[in-house]
């Protein structure tokens, strides 16, 4: 139990300059230690002996304090509803209030970082710098503008269409000039936009590699949303830095992911909402059936990627249908089931998605990081379900539940 009124965390987020949270084992993927936690000023300030006059005190009540989780993969403005194209309707100013509720529901499920993946205009950068400067509340985001895409192509209705390596260079420079901390862009077809073919390619070998090289001239990572074999194959020999979904990932292409150091964000919860739904629910036919000729696939490229040790980070792909922003905690459980341990699963939402988006001071509790962390009542090294309701979150130092 927390000596806050709970009524208090309900309404308002609390900042405090020296916050204890006492009656706890400090986990993260190094391993545990004894706590308590102190924090101050939004920072991890030492493990152990508390100091005698904190300002606040949370009591976890003999559970574990944990990293907050990354979530490498959201869409911020999606909603979750079943035909995601209808978003199109919605004026700027409603996908920025959708936003807002979105990112607010994340944080409280203890989610302390996203990565925005593709969202309209600057609608990503802007939402990263209204929670940074306390407009709104959210977890950290680390957006990549508009995706980059073909004309036409996956994701046209919210991308930067562009065609042949001069368009492809240009279209990057606006997302960089626009506040883009990653660029992304789609590789192949993908299963939410009609006529998109998930077993091609749409970004060609040289427009990847221009992609890349452009991001790369300013110091920023990129990402290639991959369903198909060939898709992959040509976004890890141009450099990308992750491959979104890869579902028909082969042995021949999780091989070159592995040597090439390319991590894979599997978004498992993007496939499970539209598979287990289906067309009764709304999602547009041609969508469910692209999704179910995926499964099979998916299941295999697990296989493949655990064969060959490929680097993965945690993703959801939140905002697609029936995949909410509050449930990231339900990606977890499923890479479990595809056959990581909760241990690695714990490091693909922590420490490897910080790696990715090349962040050094979060997804560990050791003093100095920012002061994103979870209270929980089980150990998620052990527990893949850990992060369902946790009983407080910090982030970056401010009570949000």
């Not at 869409?75 to 996908?95: E, K, N």
């Not at 339900?330 to 420490?351: C, D, I, K, P, W």
């Amino acid at each position: 139990m927390s000596r806050f009124d709970p009524l208090l965390f309900a309404v308002l987020a609390t900042s405090i300059a020296v916050l204890v949270i006492e009656n706890v084992t400090v986990v993260d993927a190094t391993g545990a230690r004894e706590g308590p936690l102190t924090i101050e000023n939004g920072r991890i300030e030492r493990i152990g002996k508390a100091p005698d006059d904190p300002d606040d005190v949370i009591d976890g009540g003999g559970g574990v304090v944990a990293p907050g989780l990354i979530d490498s993969h959201v869409h911020v403005s999606m909603d979750g509803r079943a035909d995601t194209a209808s978003l199109t309707a919605q004026s700027p100013s409603m996908l920025a209030y959708r936003a807002a509720a979105n990112l607010e529901r994340t944080v409280r499920a203890g989610v302390t970082t996203v990565r925005d993946l593709g969202s309209p205009g600057t609608l990503g950068p802007d939402t990263r710098d209204a929670i940074a400067e306390g407009i709104i509340q959210g977890p950290r985001v680390v957006p990549c503008g508009s995706p980059v895409v073909i004309t036409g192509g996956h994701g046209h209705w919210f991308g930067r269409e562009a065609d042949g390596p001069a368009e492809v260079r240009k279209a990057v420079r606006e997302q960089l000039k626009n506040g883009a901390e990653v660029i992304k862009t789609m590789a192949s077809g993908g299963v939410l936009t009609e006529g998109a073919d998930i077993g091609g390619h749409e970004m060609s070998p040289d427009e990847l590699e221009t992609l890349v090289a452009t991001a790369n001239a300013k110091d920023r990572p990129t990402a290639a949303h991959c369903h198909s074999t060939e898709s992959i194959a040509n976004a890890t020999t141009a450099g990308i830095d992750s491959v979104e979904h890869g579902t028909f990932m082969d042995d021949a292409t999780a091989a070159a992911m592995a040597d090439a150091g390319t991590y894979w964000v599997p978004t498992a919860s993007a496939l499970h909402g539209i598979v287990e739904h289906g067309t009764d629910a709304g999602i547009p036919d041609w969508a469910v059936a692209k999704a179910r000729e995926a499964t099979d696939a998916f299941e295999d490229a697990w296989t493949h990627a655990l064969d060959h040790d490929v680097p993965i980070a945690m993703g959801t792909d939140a905002g697609t249908p029936f995949n909410d922003h509050a449930d990231a905690a339900h990606e977890l459980e499923l890479m479990v089931e595809y056959g990581l341990s909760a241990e690695r699963a714990f490091a693909a939402a922590t420490v490897n998605a910080a790696d990715l988006l090349g962040l050094d001071d979060v997804g560990t509790l050791d003093p100095g990081s920012r002061a994103d962390c979870v209270v929980l009542d089980s150990d998620p090294r052990e527990d893949e379900s850990a992060y369902h309701d946790p009983q407080a979150v910090v982030a970056d130092g401010t009570v949000v539940r």
